[in-house]
């Protein structure tokens, strides 16, 4: 990440602005270099680094620090000292700054304003629900790929986290102005889904009295049976075969000393030849269509929602997958080895070429990965955020590669790698679930911690790190659970408001924002502070693409107040300031509120 010379953020060459005050900063430091050169103390030609302005780690130091001393002072042939003080003395009159000073070796500190701290609860009450976010639309399009899981059973804990992470990243996205699409990859056209049909296939005999042996890499889940139940159902008897049919002439299996991987591809070929194209479909689709409206319920019921299932199958059928390839061709990136058809991806720094079409003329996945790619950008899409998990990362260097050999920017292709999360319950970790062939699924873990809980302890760590997941602290009311925590703040505050209705007294912004100068105790301070930090938090969770950021900040916010509430009376305290002190606990409220909306987790009104 660096920071443009125009007072933004830049992601990949894609400018991004930051808050206003820290806009305001950058334009006292440009405005004091102009008069430095202007006066002959600095170079005409000096060019300018790409300094920052950030936030202090201690309140101590001020609210923000520059490093601009340090990087401009070789150039400019000054100690970075000498040159802090030059730049301090050409800073102009500003009121949102009280006081400037220059620490350590050369970082200049400065000190926003009691009026400019004051200001954010009028903003705040202005702004509501819309208090941190970015203009919609001013920023580019980004469809976001999340979950993606094979519709081949129930989401488990490890697609849980995928859901969070992703649900989280696109609300930020679009918080700070972003156009987002999400959207869920449906692998509907891989082996993985045909040895879902033959599983349930070979169930609906079971259910029909014909016994045949269940494959040994089968999907074994109790979801199968139901899947057949309801084929019976709907077919009756219509699809049964003797069990010599199907299972006649079939090579081993594994558990026969036999390989499973032929023995399950055989039993899917038979399958095939039984049932004809039209009621393998009929099976194939009894399995897909029940998986796919389980996990969309699933999610929903996790608060996550996508705006488009796009189909693996349709990307040959909309012709992506064959224009993909047709551009390969026409780059001059493919070549013909062995029969098959191979992409020269080491030209763009992948590890290996990759095969596109095979030598039996059927295409492979990373066909599909390509025709999937370019849809994105025919869809009218200017950028492609891809959140997959940790064992994908082999992905990215292959998908960069596929998107040079495309025409594509790389730059406006991103990957995010969500780690594992592993649960335990205290110190002892959750072994696998009763169902057999499946972790624990996302749904019992909704049923036993709630998916509050569930939401914002899947993005409290960064996705590139491991999470243990503690169940028991998840569930726990107490302070050492964060998001019981910050919830507990906000229903603190719905309380204050509840008990001064039943005290007979009044509250209005009005008296509020016409009192807020009496707000001068450190715990007012430090939480107006905090208040005002908000739109930067949702600037930098989006930038890095950490909601993980925003989990934090909404903790400290929650302390701030606590503090506060501990430290301060309120309702007792005289009129003016009691009007002021509300004031400051409805905008710390409704920042809360903001905050966990983008997180997927619920601000409750009592607790």
């Not at 080491?346 to 790619?373: C, H, M, P, Q, W």
């Not at 920017?409 to 072994?431: H, K, M, S």
Request: aromatic content about 8%.
């Amino acid at each position: 990440m660096t920071v443009d010379r125009a007072g933004g953020v830049t992601i990949a060459g894609l400018p991004q602005p930051i808050s206003a005050v820290k806009e305001h900063l950058r334009e006292l430091v440009a405005q004091a270099l102009l008069d430095l050169r202007r006066h002959g103390r600095l170079p005409p030609d000096l060019v300018t680094p790409d300094y920052v302005i950030e936030r202090t780690k201690s309140r101590e130091h001020g609210d923000y620090a520059t490093n601009i001393a340090l990087l401009l002072a070789k150039p400019a042939g000054l100690k970075p000292r000498e040159l802090a003080e030059a730049l301090v003395a050409n800073f102009g009159e500003t009121q949102h700054v009280s006081k400037v000073e220059i620490a350590g070796p050369g970082f200049i500190n400065f000190t926003i304003s009691q009026p400019c701290r004051l200001a954010t609860m009028r903003r705040i009450f202005e702004l509501g629900a819309e208090y941190g976010r970015g203009q919609p639309g001013s920023r580019d399009s980004v469809t976001v790929e999340f979950v993606s899981a094979n519709p081949n059973g129930p989401l488990h804990v490890g697609h849980g986290r995928g859901a969070a992470y992703g649900a989280s990243v696109a609300n930020l996205l679009e918080a700070v102005g972003h156009t987002v699409q999400r959207e869920y990859y449906v692998n509907d056209a891989g082996r993985q889904m045909d040895i879902l049909a033959v599983s349930v296939w070979l169930r609906y005999h079971e259910l029909g009295g014909v016994n045949v042996r269940f494959p040994d890499n089968g999907y074994k889940g109790d979801y199968v049976i139901d899947i057949a139940r309801g084929l019976r159902a709907r077919e009756g008897d219509r699809l049964r075969h003797s069990a010599i049919e199907i299972s006649d002439g079939l090579p081993l299996d594994e558990s026969q000393n036999g390989d499973k991987e032929s023995h399950v591809d055989a039993l899917i070929a038979r399958a095939k030849q039984l049932l004809g194209d039209k009621d393998y479909r009929i099976v194939f689709n009894a399995g897909l269509d029940w998986c796919l409206a389980d996990i969309r319920n699933d999610l929903a019921g996790f608060g996550v929602i996508h705006d488009n299932f796009f189909s693996e199958r349709s990307l040959a059928a909309d012709g992506y997958m064959q224009r993909a390839i047709a551009t390969l061709r026409d780059n001059g990136h493919l070549f013909e080895q062995d029969g098959a058809t191979w992409f020269r991806a080491t030209a763009f720094g992948d590890d290996k070429d990759r095969v596109v079409v095979r030598e039996n003329g059927i295409t492979t996945y990373f066909a599909s990965d390509l025709g999937y790619l370019l849809s994105k950008f025919e869809r009218g899409y200017e950028r492609a955020l891809y959140i997959l998990g940790a064992d994908h990362h082999g992905y990215i260097a292959r998908l960069k590669a596929a998107a040079q050999g495309l025409g594509l920017d790389p730059n406006r292709i991103e990957v995010q790698l969500v780690q594992f999360a592993i649960l335990f319950r205290g110190a002892a970790r959750v072994q696998m679930s009763t169902r057999a062939g499946s972790f624990v699924t996302l749904r019992e873990l909704r049923e036993e911690v709630g998916t509050d809980a569930a939401r914002y302890f899947y993005v409290m760590r960064s996705n590139d790190q491991h999470l243990d997941f503690d169940l028991e602290l998840a569930k726990s009311h107490s302070n050492d659970n964060p998001v019981y925590y910050i919830q507990y703040a906000h229903a603190r505050i719905a309380s204050l408001f509840r008990q001064l209705k039943e005290k007979g007294l009044s509250y209005n912004d009005s008296a509020a924002l016409s009192a807020r100068k009496r707000l001068t105790e450190i715990h007012e301070d430090v939480l107006m502070t905090d208040l005002m930090r908000f739109p930067e938090v949702l600037e930098s969770a989006a930038v890095n693409r950490g909601p993980q950021i925003l989990a934090n900040y909404l903790r400290e916010l929650a302390a701030a107040f606590h503090a506060f509430y501990n430290a301060q009376p309120i309702l007792t305290a005289e009129e003016e300031l009691r009007a002021a002190r509300l004031g400051l606990c409805k905008a710390t409220q409704q920042v809360l509120a903001n905050g966990l909306n983008l997180l997927g987790v619920s601000a409750p009104e009592s607790m």
